[in-house]
């Protein structure tokens, strides 16, 4: 691993783990660590008491010394342009991400979550997201939004969204499409309506461009959800998934969400991240992405958009959260540290 790789998260939970004058002992094979070790240490506050060399090609020891973090600044907003939603930044801490599933109706060829009718389930379990849900509540949480998958695939999704709609306001992101009859519509019924949001996926006004996406039929299928939706007093968000050249398709779309009074505080427009499934969109990094905590069966990861990426794996357990929620805080400390500098990134070979 080197720090292009993943390499920061891990330094960061390892140093998480220790206590301020102790000290972790860094092996490495790669020459571009030991100098980048230097610099990561002294922004983030550490100290370097040794560093050694077996062979001048390697491998070699880093010792670093746990000293102070610096803390971090507040959020500024990401950049955007006219295609995309806007908005000020969600202070860390701020939202939990669980993933209920992962196993879905559709096969999107953007997918981040590599999801489709033959994924894994890896279902999270009802307690383990009623745990994060209360520790959540403890450490601060202000809100909580369930992904998958097609969370409606999960067979306690009513149960789940009941239980946390008790603790905190819940988004539960759908493709609108399994709830038409039968057992997910009175799961559907069953949700109270006051504190739950169906966040509906929606990418155009016609449907080639949706279909083209997501399956044959499956625009009319959701455009039908997005109705019964609102028939049962859900409270309906569209999002929709877009490359930054399609404007001329959110023009459209918002055309339709008038005629269908989505009023404008309830529309989203994400991009397409180049992760999973998807072959072309945004690259993403923790350096580009705003960190939101995101639960998942087996850990918990810098983003939503990036739980098939390893390099923003935060835990290797969807519980506790406190220890990864400190390792994103120190993580985004010593990111700034480095944007004071003028630097855009910790490391310098990303
Ligand atoms: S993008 Fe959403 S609807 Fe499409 S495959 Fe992934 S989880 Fe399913």
Known sequence: MDCGGGLLLLLMRSIGKIETGQVLLVHTEEPS???????????????????????PQGPWRVSVRRG????????SAGASDDVFSR?????????????????????????????????SPRLLPLDVALAAADE???LGGREL????????????????????????????????????????RTALQAMPRER????????????????????????AKTLAGIADARDLGFTVRIAATLHDHEADTAANLNALLDTLDIEPANRLIRPVARQGFAEHGQPVS?????????????GIWWHPVAVTDPAMRLADHPLPLAPALATIRD?????????????RHVFRCV
Request: with cysteine; charged share 15%.
């Open 196 to 219: 739950v949001t169906l966040q509906i996926s929606l990418d155009s006004a016609g449907p080639e461009l949706h279909d083209h996406n997501r399956g044959l039929r499956s625009h």
């Open 331 to 343: 993580t985004v400390a010593v990111q700034d540290a480095a944007h004071r500098e003028g630097r």
């Open 68 to 75: 102070e973090a610096p803390s971090a600044q507040a959020p």
């Open 87 to 119: 908005g000020p930044a969600t202070p860390v801490g701020d939202r939990l991400w669980l993933y209920s599933n992962f196993h879905c109706n559709l096969a999107c060829s953007y997918c981040c979550a590599e999801s489709s009718p033959q994924a």
């Open 33 to 55: 660590v030991p100098p980048d070790l230097q610099d990561w240490a002294r922004l983030a506050g550490h100290e370097i008491v040794d560093s050694t060399a077996e062979h």
């Open 145 to 184: 939004l369930v992904t998958g998958g097609e969370p409606f695939l999960h067979p306690q999704i009513h149960v789940m969204m009941t239980e946390l709609a008790r603790r905190l306001p819940v988004t539960l992101l759908t493709n609108a499409m399994t709830f038409h009859s039968g057992p997910r």
């Open 286 to 298: 923790i350096d580009t992405l705003q960190p939101e905590l995101t639960v998942t069966a087996d």
């Open 136 to 138: 959540f509540c403890a």
